[in-house]
């Protein structure tokens, strides 16, 4: 029989003798966790919980961190933008070549975004840490965020990458010319990825590549905003809504 609780209770009995929840290795009733803290919770100095105060929870259990050897396809979509950079490859769809910052801009206000956008990192790459050569240490690259069921392209903001990152980022132009060996290793050591995760990663990023071939996309350059006056950003805006003249 059950005994109750109270002053008849046995001070050794278990929670499932005064009938609480059983415990369960790593729960919020482990009775292995170190005293004054709850597994998952802030730092507790009160007493052992008692009655229904054992089911409250003094913290919230904190979401284990991705790991770097996470396989692509385990990895979570629609990341928020002040996350992180990972390195990805990230095709820009071919309707969009003739649509990037150089040609909407002019090449004295390029320069300026750049040198902005490099002193604002370091001088190193936003991804690895890492520099290129001494003459150009980092190269700006344009961060999409893509809306694939509306076919929206926008452009979050630019960012300062190493040069082995930024080829990694172009894989087509890099292939092109031969490069590719070479960015498939840097993919796999800066994410502490096998070749066979890689390897799955870049078919996977050249599928999903295909998929936005099929049709031309609407660019929005909102993340040029905080480079640009308003007037300047404006023309722009009218620009990239201008259909491209170049061919794919």
Known sequence: MRQPEGRGARP????ADRGGPAQEPGGVLDSRSAPGQEPGGVLDS???PRGLNRLVRTGWRRSPKPSRATPPDAQPS???V????????EMVPQSSWYKDLRQLLDEATWERIGSLVAERAGERCEICGGR??????VECHELWRFDDPVRVQTLVRVVALCPDCHAVKHWETVRKHGGDTQARAHLARV???????TDAHIREAFGLWA???QGSWIL???GLRPYLGAAEYARVARRAATPPTGRY
């Open 78 to 80: 629609g990341a928020a």
């Open 82 to 89: 002040d996350e992180p950079l990972r390195l990805r490859v």
């Open 132 to 137: 290129g050569p001494r003459h150009r240490p």
């Open 211 to 213: 998929q936005r071939n």
């Open 220 to 222: 929005d350059p909102e």
């Open 12 to 15: 050794d009995a278990t929670a």
């Open 46 to 48: 009160r007493p052992a």
């Open 191 to 197: 994410n502490g990825w096998s070749l066979a995760q």
